[in-house]
């Protein structure tokens, strides 16, 4: 029986955020791991392997631009006397491919590997094609080497595909058309992994708080054993890339469309919305208005690579039609499908609360198509009036970014979502959470810098979620230490949401297991590369709702009811209050909690719409008393909530 122990508790004298945070600790974890053994298991069989001696093998290959002479020579080899020599190419993207269908199984992991060398400093790419059941081709970059006269080994590289694609090939290319040797090459079976089933979900566990979910790509979502994991442990789905505008956009429909009417196709996102479809999982959707993956093109006019910069004016309707399209594409295709948010703006401040360069992307990754035509940061209430003028009803709206914990960028966000809120345009405030866990003790960001952004954009009265959720161990240092650091992070910065679940409804990691992470060298996820679940699994589900025995149960919620009262018998006894005064009071209701926080901030934000009456802002002053309210007087009372101090005010 699943009980939950936290909401229960919710209902006597202390708030359930204390409650919680107080058992979410690392030196808590009670979960019997000695019981849970990994059920991986592992085939590494070889499905080819040629070194192309006396031509074997050669005859696999086809050259992918019809133009190249592909043959087995003695010329050179990396070893034996043969090697595949290509020449005679054209263009870039020619060069040797293989054809998978019938040598690889879907759903299944792969590696391959090879050496290959050129004659002159020249970069070899193994790349993967597949066709998708609407006949669009779509390729893939799965390992570059550079080669300057020598032999490199391209090593055993992943790849896997889903069900659902046909005329999968594996194929190298290069940066320019010099002739290309290769040899020794090897496709192999992956390790094939089971999950482990007898772990808590993770979904289950926040069931009561918020939609547990996570990110995807196509190509992780081939192996049977994430789709396990994410069966068992999450509610909701974020496509890592198939929704963004450059796997959306068709440049050819678009420039057949007409200046103002981007054409865009789902064919990119599928094969995952195929599976959320299916399995019934709910969507992130990600993201409509970036200025990163999104193509200059969109940008110039007549969608030419070299054109002139639009006006305003085009941009605009553009902008207007590509959300138009996009939800109708999905109305029309995936219509239960249950797209409960969108991400309508990403990454548009910088940390000190300014805009981003106008400029493109070609010319730096962290220009932005959006503000060079409009000059400013101005776009973004267009966007967010084009999505609610679109979206279907119950999708919510949000403002996405990375780094909110750092005040410039806050407060620019804070006034800006206020201001879209007064006009009912934006339902909530996306947090990445791409955090360093460090070692543990050098986290960045701290806890309490992320617990204050957590109360900036609550006490906005806005919805949040936590939209991309990371946090890695220093750099290629798999240390237990370091994995017991990063679990204890994990389970303080889940302390610090769960106080503040009333106003998430969402928490979403970035990915599911640590190789496949874009941070995969500082092992920042919940999982380990053969599925098990790491230190920080047990440590953020630990303490939180997960019985099962009901006799357990009760006695827990026993003991907790009667530490909850004592601990309120002796915060009233802490609390240096004048007559009458209940310092850390804000909202007045004789009680201290994180409610009292959020007056606190909403008052500063905007004291106008949040206002105090003079009892409330006596109570309110806690930090520096005499000295008006600010943040740090919130601040003082979360500090007091989670016993960092034992006394209010705070002087
Ligand atoms: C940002 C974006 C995500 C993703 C990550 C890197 O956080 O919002 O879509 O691209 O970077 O993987």
Same mark, same amino acid.
């Given at each position: ?205 926040? %069931? ?99 054109? /002139? ?101 806050? /407060? ?92 998430? %409804? ?35 589900? /630990? ?89 740090? /007087? ?16 705070? %002087?």
């Amino acid at each position: 029986m699943k009980v939950n122990l936290c909401k229960k508790i919710a209902a006597g004298l202390l708030s359930a955020a204390m409650l919680c945070s107080a058992a979410t600790t690392v030196s808590a974890v009670n979960i019997d791991t000695s019981s849970v053994a990994a059920t991986a298991t592992t085939s590494s069989d070889v499905i080819f392997e040629t070194g192309f001696e006396d031509g074997e093998g050669i005859s696999e290959f086809t050259g992918r631009g019809g133009v190249e002479t592909i043959e087995a020579v003695t010329t050179d080899s990396y070893s034996g006397d043969y090697s595949m020599l290509v020449s005679g190419k054209t263009a870039t993207w020619n060069g040797p491919q293989i054809l998978l269908d019938d040598r690889c199984e879907a759903g299944v992991e792969y590696t391959a590997g090879a050496y290959v060398k050129t004659a002159w400093y020249s970069t070899v790419t193994l790349s993967m094609e597949y066709t998708d059941t609407s006949g669009t081709r779509h390729y893939s970059n799965l390992y570059s080497v550079i080669s300057q006269g020598d032999w490199v080994q391209i090593p055993a590289t992943k790849f896997s595909f889903t069900d659902d694609v046909t005329n999968v090939y594996l194929y190298i290319e290069g940066s320019d058309t010099v002739d290309l040797y290769v040899d020794d090459f090897v496709i192999a079976a992956g390790t094939v992994y089971e999950i482990e089933q007898d772990i808590p979900s993770l979904k289950d566990v926040y %069931s009561s708080y918020f939609k547990i979910g996570t990110a995807v790509t196509t190509s992780e979502l081939a192996p049977q054993a994430t789709k396990d994991l994410i069966e068992k442990h999450f509610n909701s789905i974020t496509l890592g890339n198939e929704l963004k505008p450059d796997a959306l956009l068709d440049q050819e429909a678009s420039i057949a469309a007409g200046n103002e009417n981007p054409q865009i196709s789902l064919a990119s996102a599928r094969t995952i919305l195929n599976y959320c479809r299916d399995n019934n999982i709910s969507v992130r959707g990600h993201v409509l208005v970036w200025h990163s993956q999104t193509p200059d093109w969109f940008f110039k006019e007549n969608y030419d690579d070299d054109g /002139d910069w639009v006006s305003e004016e085009v941009m605009l309707a553009r902008m207007e039609n590509y959300i138009k399209n996009v939800f109708a594409a999905i109305e029309e295709e995936y219509p239960t499908v249950d797209f409960y948010a969108w991400d309508v703006v990403n990454e548009a401040w910088l940390d000190d609360g300014s805009a981003r360069t106008g400029g493109a992307q070609s010319e730096n990754s962290n220009y932005s198509g959006w503000v060079k035509v409009f000059g400013d940061n101005s776009f973004i209430e267009y966007a967010f009036e084009y999505a609610r003028k679109y979206a279907p009803e119950g999708c919510k709206l949000y403002y996405n970014d990375y780094n909110e914990y750092i005040t410039g960028k806050t /407060d620019a966000i804070v006034e800006m979502a206020l201001d879209l809120k007064e006009k009912g345009l934006i339902d909530g405030i996306g947090m990445q959470s791409h955090l360093d866990a460090r070692s543990g003790s050098d986290a960045y960001p701290s806890v309490s810098a992320y617990r204050k952004a957590l109360a900036a954009f609550a006490a906005t009265g806005l919805d949040i979620q936590i939209t991309e959720l990371d946090a890695t161990i220093v750099t290629n240092q798999p240390t237990d230490e370091n994995f017991e650091g990063q679990a204890q992070y994990y389970s303080d910065i889940m302390d610090a949401i769960v106080e503040y679940s009333d106003y998430i %409804s969402a928490v979403v990691f970035w990915g599911t297991t640590d190789d496949r992470s874009w941070r995969a060298t500082g092992y920042p996820l919940l999982f380990n590369e053969d599925y098990t679940a790491k230190p920080c699994f047990y440590s953020i589900v /630990d303490g939180i709702e997960y019985e099962t025995d009901p006799t357990e149960a009760t006695t827990e919620e026993e003991t907790t009811e009667a530490t909850t009262e004592e601990e309120t018998e002796e915060e009233t006894t802490e609390t240096t209050n004048a007559p009458g005064i209940l310092y850390g009071d804000a909202n007045l209701d004789g009680t201290i909690t994180i409610s009292d926080a959020v007056a606190i901030l909403s008052y500063v934000s905007n004291s106008g719409k949040y206002p105090l009456s003079d009892e409330a802002l006596d109570c309110s002053d806690v930090n520096q008393r005499g000295d008006g309210l600010s943040n740090m /007087d919130a601040t003082a009372v979360q500090k007091y909530i989670s016993n960092t101090i034992s006394v209010l005010p705070e %002087s």
